[in-house]
């Protein structure tokens, strides 16, 4: 058995952190996940917020294309394609989606063409010379009008002197972040976004251990937006 410590309040965003061993950095090949298995006559359930920061992004840049996707419920990473290619979604490659999922969260807060080009790379195996890196931050950006006013609004709080030094950013839940002096694009555009799905994942915990009281389930990790339970069989 392994037993890892948490933290719920090392983070800034307020993210759960997970120390000794660390659970929420296993590599996503199988060759590690194999390694964890439930006992005899046990089984792991694992449930996640799919896309959770990109839903969230959606809702607090009021980005109209987002929202609507979501509600029809469409795969963004497909619409984001379509959108940038000029083309149908059934007509969307399995190497366009790929693109851009890298896209939908290399860009949503705020990275440059340089560094997407590395982080697509590195991430999604997605190969891009500079040119074509700034022509797809342009292309994404003419369609997710939301999410580049909210942009643009980040750039101008976070470059606006304050009279008290003193700049802060909000999760929809409303707890805050200050910072005294000044903050990074990428700190401040992320805190809410990231802020909101923690908010909501320890909402869900807690909601979560009431409900399992009486079953023979019982909540062993979390992974930023995941949660995994381990439960017998027969349940």
């Known amino acids: 058995r392994i037993y890892s410590n948490y933290s719920q309040c090392f983070t800034k965003t307020g993210r759960l952190t997970c120390s000794d061993i660390n659970l929420q950095q296993i590599p996503h090949d199988s060759r590690f996940r194999e390694c964890f298995t439930a006992p005899d006559g046990k089984v ?3 449930a996640d917020y799919s896309q959770i920061e990109l839903r969230i ?8 294309t987002i929202i609507s996707a979501y509600k029809n419920e469409q795969d963004l990473h497909r619409l984001t ?4 290619n ?3 979604i059934s007509e969307v490659t399995k190497e366009e989606r790929q693109a851009a999922k890298a896209l939908n969260f290399g860009f949503l807060y705020g990275m440059g063409s340089e560094r997407f080009k590395e982080y697509a790379l590195s991430n999604y195996s997605v190969e891009l010379s500079i040119e074509e890196a700034e022509s797809f931050k342009n292309r994404f950006f003419n369609n997710y009008i939301g999410l580049k006013h909210w942009h643009n609004m980040n750039f101008r709080a976070i470059n606006k002197p304050s009279f008290n030094g003193v700049l802060e950013a909000r999760t929809l839940a409303n707890r805050r972040r200050q910072w005294y002096g000044a903050a ?16 909501i994942l320890k909402i869900a915990l807690g909601s979560l251990y009431k409900a399992l009281k009486g079953t023979s389930g019982k909540m062993i990790a979390t992974v930023h937006d995941e949660i995994i339970i381990e439960a017998d069989v027969a349940d």
């Not at 394609?81 to 940038?84: E, F, Q, R």
Request: avoid cysteine; charge should be negative.
């Open 57 to 64: 992004a959606g809702e607090i840049a009021d980005d109209e």
């Open 86 to 88: 000029n083309k149908e």
């Open 184 to 199: 990074s694009f990428n700190e401040f555009t992320n805190m809410p976004v990231q802020g909101t799905g923690a908010d």
């Open 81 to 84: 394609a379509s959108l940038v």
């Open 44 to 46: 792991l359930v694992i």
